[in-house]
């Protein structure tokens, strides 16, 4: 399989935050911008490994910044690191200021999504190759995040965390 970048898997969804999408505060509920930033990160994984994409885990949300009715809200999704047959999409969420188009980061997320076949078995992806800083940055901190994962699922051996072991290495 040839190794594919960040760039071929980027998602970018514009919308804008409706009444009925908001809370007493008239901000947009947490679970409808979870629901928006899942199906960006699908279509981000599906992209990747062109394949059926299943949520294997919401790793990390963070929502930094209510985003208020009315907002233009923009969620861009991106493979950060491909595994055997997992994927790691890591979100941003943008508003768009009203009067001025200036855009603020407003939150993020980084999700696991599993390819599979047509019968539901999970199926190789290819590898990542990342190419900007970021990309970079975020490709290797999804690998100590899966380490830590495995390990906290006692999946993995703390003295096997390579990565997570280098963290805490003094030279």
């Known amino acids: 399989m040839k190794p594919k970048t960040p ?8 919308d804008m935050v409706l009444p009925s999408e908001t809370n007493p505060l008239n901000n947009l509920f947490g679970g409808e911008l979870l629901a928006r930033m899942d199906r960006a990160a699908s279509i981000s994984a ?13 790793n990390h949300v963070a929502f930094n910044r209510a985003v208020p009715l009315g907002s233009v809200v923009t969620v861009e999704a991106a493979v950060s690191r491909a595994f055997k047959t997992s994927m790691e999409v890591f979100i941003d969420v943008w508003i768009e200021d009203r009067y001025t188009g200036e855009r603020t980061k407003a939150n993020e997320a980084i999700y696991t999504f599993v390819a599979v076949d047509d019968t539901g078995k999970p199926t190789e992806v290819p590898e990542l190759q990342p190419e900007t800083a970021l990309e970079k940055e975020r490709f290797d901190a999804a690998l100590r995040r899966k380490q830590l994962s495995l390990v906290l699922a006692k999946k993995m051996k703390p003295s096997d965390a390579t990565e997570l072991k280098a963290l805490f290495k003094e030279d």
């Open 7 to 14: 760039s071929e898997s980027r998602t970018i969804m514009t």
């Open 46 to 58: 599906r992209r990747h490994s062109r394949r059926i994409t299943v949520t294997a885990s919401v």
